[in-house]
């Protein structure tokens, strides 16, 4: 049977736009509707012969040179939930819900909630999220695009056909909706968008897609209900009254796609990477496993820092559950987990974020406040409430969907700075004048004060370069309200120090001393991070002078200043097996360097530091207390010997460093108790591939007063050596 073709006048801006797919409302065209005393249904059917309403229904008609097809009766002939069933051209029928037969899903309050910034859980309602509505399952998807003219879904399951599913625009909100039922997981889609004012199409990917293509491709992929049954309840429980301010924390940065790869160079997967990489650092002592982002991006290049999908883990190494199996394993182990987040900027590629709805939506429209001159990225509109909402909900959702532990924010300062990397006239002032983006600090401390509240435990670390003031401290006292803060002042002092031959190093010796006099201002992590390992800066070893002993007795002089100074640490893959070359994300770290002993005996160093780091109270209870920390001697520049007292309550170490490659014989310091000092490790023992020049395990104290104290040691110190005792 045929359907006829329906020949009486239509509503002609109904159907017009309707063909032209230009409808802000199809819900109030297409679908069922009550028009007089009569039931209309109507429905667009591009690849149809013939269509009916249900196997036994009524005929639709068609509309005479369209796709698009009518039927009009009486009100109890068609239920209020139908299936449309058609034949194509070939004779092959197909069935489907009607998705115009449905209303909209979104409550008003929630649509509310977005426009004030202020829905912490928004990602459960935009996007494509799994969805049932009257008992009929398939998929809402959601967008927020106020300057549309139109928005559609597009996929392979409608031949990417803009025509086929019109979103329909919930009023003043700005956000468009579909629910179309019976669209399965992992289906490829994207958004239609027409330009309000030029006409243009433009194919966008879903800012709140849950999954991406594998780039190169750009696709969004639907949602499937989440299925992973987590094993870490007892972690979760733990964290929320864990005392991270006083407990060790110390992180191992890792890039997912290059810390290990296959022999044919394929990345390992986010399970490879927990069969591999989570024994591996339980076994080095760390506390944390910090990840670059794995957030979607389409630039590899990039490492992770330009995010198009901000509630996506990248497709590089597997689905959402497989990246969640990789932090379960990864707490079951002992280990927490820290994700690089990246709130300053996203990339301008056509088919993201970029003029997403015809206009600059997510991105300030001004170049001089809306886009970023070192990264040629996009900075976005902190002052808009729904840009804020996606940022802040889209780090809850890390924190509460993958049970990440902590978030480090990318690249702070240049979002507290309205002039960051610009010259005179590149910049606008802010409303009173001056160079501090206003709105990006109120963004930042409604991110901190938000999470620290509804998730009790987790850590949020600023990579902030700048004296901005107060950036950990308590929003209500004025702060900025981070946990930690990188102490880039020390990371770059430090190196700065040490890439000097060590006959120079007398006349820099307050690169070492200068921190202390700011160091309890602020919670501070210490970094020697990734950006210290590319672009021609070399690797931390090729950073030190001299041959190849000075280089690496160097290399462990800095692992244990790193490890005893005051503050959390930070250290990238690679640096614990003395990589040799700079890191490239295309290829595995240089594990076959542990075949030789001098790159094993580093391993064995940073595994020891850190083991005892975690051991002893006075290693880090006081890492944000002065008084967890004493000079014992900073002047020795002469010498280039620092030496230095970390205590808490009545326990306390004694460190000692020695910056030239000169052997120190009966060096005298001042120690606060009578007794035997045991020298419980010496970064110049053979174990490591130094020289054994030590303290045979044990000195006794004299009872000469000295540097303040009423007792003191006399020590040989190793070259360019580091030692640490203990009074048993």
């Known amino acids: 049977m045929a359907s006829a073709v329906h020949q009486y006048p239509w509503p002609e801006s109904g159907l017009g736009e309707q063909l032209q797919a230009r409808r802000h409302d199809p819900l109030s065209f297409l679908g069922r509707h009550a028009e007089g005393q009569y039931c209309v249904v109507r429905a ?49 029928w197909a069935s489907t819900w009607d998705p115009y037969c449905f209303p909209p899903q979104i409550p008003d309050y929630d649509l509310h909630l977005f426009n004030q910034g202020r829905h912490w859980h928004i990602y459960r309602l935009l996007g494509a999220n799994a ?168 630039f590899g290049g990039s490492w992770g820092y330009q995010v198009i999908g901000n509630y996506a883990a990248t497709s590089r190494y597997g689905s959402p559950d497989d990246f969640r199996y990789l932090v379960d394993q990864l707490h079951q182990a002992g280990l927490g987990v820290i994700l690089d987040w990246v709130p300053a900027h996203f990339p301008s590629d056509d088919h993201a ?55 480090r924010v990318d690249a702070v300062a240049s979002m507290l700075y309205l002039d960051y990397s610009r010259k005179p006239g590149e910049w606008l002032p802010n409303s009173h004048g001056g160079r501090e983006n206003l709105e990006a600090i109120d963004f930042l401390r409604e991110l901190n004060r938000v999470v620290h509240e509804q998730h009790p435990g987790v850590v949020v670390i600023a990579e902030e370069s700048t004296a901005w003031p107060q950036v950990t401290r308590p929003t209500h ?29 007398l006349y820099h010796h307050d690169k070492l001393t200068f921190g202390l006099l700011y160091n309890f201002s602020e919670n501070f992590l210490l970094p020697l991070s990734h950006d210290e390992v590319v672009h021609g800066k070399g690797s931390l070893l090729n950073k030190m002078p001299g041959d190849d002993w000075q280089r690496f007795a160097n290399l462990r002089l800095l692992m244990a200043y790193q490890w005893t100074y005051p503050g959390k640490k930070l250290l990238f893959m690679g640096g614990e097996i003395a990589q040799a070359r700079e890191w490239d994300h295309d290829r595995e770290l240089d594990w076959h360097l542990l075949q030789h002993a001098s790159h094993a005996g580093m391993q064995k160093l940073v595994a020891d530091l850190a083991q005892l780091y975690r051991k002893l109270p006075a290693l880090h209870r ?107």
Not at 135 to 162: C, E, H, I, Y
Not at 478 to 504: A, C, E, Q, V
Not at 672 to 685: H, M
Request: include cysteine; aromatic fraction near 12%.
């Open 131 to 298: 969805w049932q509505c009257d008992g009929v399952a398939g998929t809402l998807f959601a967008v927020w695009a106020p300057n549309a003219d139109r928005v559609s879904v597009v996929g392979d399951f409608n031949g990417w056909d803009g025509r086929v599913h019109p979103m329909q625009v919930r009023g003043s909100s700005g956000v468009w909706e579909l629910f179309i039922p019976e669209t399965p997981a992992n289906e490829v889609y994207k958004y239609e968008i027409r330009n309000r004012h030029t006409g243009q199409v433009a194919l966008k990917a879903d800012p709140y897609a849950r999954r991406f293509e594998s780039p190169p491709r750009t696709a969004s992929l639907t949602s499937g209900s989440e299925t992973y049954a987590w094993q870490d309840q007892s972690w979760m429980a733990a964290r929320r009254n864990h005392d991270w301010l006083h407990a060790p924390l110390s992180v191992y940065e890792v890039h997912a796609g290059s810390w290990r790869r296959h022999p044919d160079g394929r990345e390992y997967s986010y399970r490879e990477l927990a069969e591999y990489l989570v024994p591996y650092v339980r076994d080095l002592g760390f506390t944390h496993v910090e990840l670059m982002p794995v957030m979607e991006h389409p």
């Open 44 to 92: 667009y059917l591009p690849h149809a012969e013939i269509a009916r309403i249900g196997e036994q229904g009524p005929w639709l008609s068609r509309v005479a040179g369209t796709d698009l097809f009518e039927w009009q009766g009486n009100t109890a002939q068609v239920p209020a939930r139908y299936r449309l069933h058609w034949a194509n051209k070939q004779g092959g």
């Open 622 to 728: 006081g890492d944000f207390d002065a008084g967890g920390f004493q000079w014992l001697d900073c002047h020795d520049a002469t010498q280039s010997v620092l030496s230095f007292l970390r205590c808490d309550g009545d326990e306390h170490v004694i460190v000692v460093l020695n910056f030239t490659p000169v052997p120190r014989t009966n060096y005298r310091i001042g120690v606060p108790t009578a007794g035997d000092y045991q020298e419980i490790l010496n970064t110049d023992s053979s174990f490591y591939g130094g020289s054994n020049i030590g303290n045979l395990g044990r000195r006794p104290t004299d009872a000469v007063a000295w540097m303040g104290q009423e007792q003191s040691l006399n020590l040989n110190l190793p070259p360019l050596g580091a030692v640490i005792l203990r009074n048993y």
């Open 477 to 505: 006292l004025g702060g900025l309200g981070f946990s930690m803060k990188w102490n880039m002042g020390w990371m770059h002092d430090t190196l700065g120090y040490l890439r000097k031959d060590p006959i120079h190093r």
């Open 353 to 407: 974020l970029a003029q997403f709805d015809g206009s600059a939506l997510y991105e300030h429209e001004d170049p001089r406040r809306g886009k970023h001159p070192d990264w040629d990225t996009l900075i976005y509109d902190y002052g808009r409430a729904e840009v804020r909402n996606y940022l802040l909900a889209s780090a809850l959702y890390w924190l509460e969907e993958f049970h990440a532990d902590g978030l």
